[in-house]
């Protein structure tokens, strides 16, 4: 069946974004699920710190290892600071989930029209990679690897990713000629991202057949997904300027995906350099065009903590590949990526902090994009 242009028209049955709440639950209509982009961020943060506090164990002995900056910074870190941090990403989760329960009880046909939505819906993701993220990072004493509890909330929070994929990736599959052109957009990588840190976290629990049949999956829609944003101009043509902070998933998805093979194969090998390398590349050229996000930074909106997750998981990727050449140069490239992530999401913190008011604002993008049928 051949899907037509109007397919994306806004649909007349879609909820008008209304200047002024109808009742007590009129913030309901306006949170949506692109508010989940706070979790991933504070989830990501955690695993990074989790990351650096364990690369610090693993070489505190080794004196002639050139990560002993990385080392020292990482112990410089009080232990109660990560516990401080994750239990911060818990309850921010914990909120939004419960944000979005009320969302779905009392405002379902928001929720629906967000479940069509070719921009939303990729972020339907977001909760279940955050609590996945938050699984893997947690402190041992909580939930050790390899324990049931671990193994329970691993298929809890993974079989939603898996059920999302099927309709996502069904839809690509049946809905027409040309229809993934026409909906691609770079939120889309959140999609390939769910199925990327699914494989980790399996492999990290020596589900290695799992881990690697989620990889798969993620790693064939990626490919598709790269060139076909990669035709359309980078998807320039589907975002207004307030969502441009979402290019930055562009590197997000390789740098998971190194991430995911690291933890499948066991070592940093070359398939997870390439993959790392391309992350570096895609950060390289977004960030040397700064005008692209110019419209975007002229007033504070929840699309800003879109810059602190994939900058987090580029920080994780640089450093397991400085632990596994062990060369200075990819330390000091592993501090400056950590630094950078690390004062990004302090920045965010601090404008959402002092600009509450413009957290929920009336003309949210997500009101004004096409719906799909």
């Not at 112990?75 to 941090?85: D, E, H, I, K, N």
């Not at 099927?166 to 999609?191: C, D, E």
């Not at 840190?197 to 881990?211: D, N």
């Not at 990669?230 to 998933?249: K, N, T, W």
Request: hydrophobic share 55%; glycine share 2%.
């Amino acid at each position: 069946m051949e899907t037509s242009s109007d397919s994306l028209k806004p649909s007349p049955a879609a909820p008008a974004p209304s200047k002024q709440p109808s009742s007590r639950f009129g913030m309901l209509t306006r949170f949506h699920a692109g508010y989940f982009r706070i979790s991933l961020a504070l989830s990501a943060q955690a695993l990074l710190w989790r990351t650096l506090s364990d690369t610090s164990t693993s070489d505190d002995n080794n004196e002639d290892n050139p990560l002993l900056l990385g080392v020292a910074v990482a112990r410089s870190l009080p232990s109660a600071a990560f516990v401080l941090l994750w239990s911060l990403a818990l309850l921010t989760l914990v909120a939004l989930c419960a944000l979005y329960a009320a969302r779905c009880l009392l405002r379902f046909q928001a929720v629906r029209a967000e479940f069509r939505h070719h921009v939303a819906m990729n972020y339907l993701f977001a909760p279940w990679i955050s609590w996945l993220l938050l699984l893997q990072s947690a402190p041992p004493a909580f939930f050790p690897r390899g324990a049931r509890s671990y193994q329970v909330l691993w298929w809890a929070f993974s079989l939603p990713i898996f059920a999302l994929d099927v309709k996502i990736y069904g839809q690509w599959f049946t809905r027409g000629r040309k229809f993934l052109s026409m909906v691609a957009n770079p939120a889309s990588h959140i999609t390939v991202i769910g199925n990327l840190v699914t494989a980790r976290a399996a492999a990290r629990m020596g589900w290695h057949e799992g881990a690697v049949a989620m990889f798969a999956v993620g790693a064939a829609h990626y490919l598709v997904l790269f060139v076909t944003l990669y035709q359309r101009f980078l998807g320039s043509d589907s975002l207004p300027a307030m969502l441009r902070p979402v290019f930055f998933l562009f590197f997000a998805a390789p740098s998971m995906a190194s991430l995911a093979w690291d933890a499948i194969a066991a070592s940093f090998d070359t398939c997870c350099k390439m993959l790392f390398f391309l992350s570096l590349f895609l950060f390289a050229s977004l960030v040397s065009r700064p005008t692209l996000f110019k419209r975007a930074m002229r007033r504070f909106s929840v699309a800003w903590w879109a810059y602190s997750f994939p900058l987090t998981v580029l920080a994780l990727a640089a450093a397991e590949y400085a632990q596994e050449v062990r060369e200075a140069a990819a330390s000091v490239l592993m501090l400056t990526l950590a630094i950078l992530s690390v004062a990004v999401t302090l920045a965010l913190m601090v404008f959402t902090a002092i600009r509450t008011n413009d957290l929920l604002p009336h003309d949210d993008p997500f009101s004004c994009l096409p719906l799909i049928r």
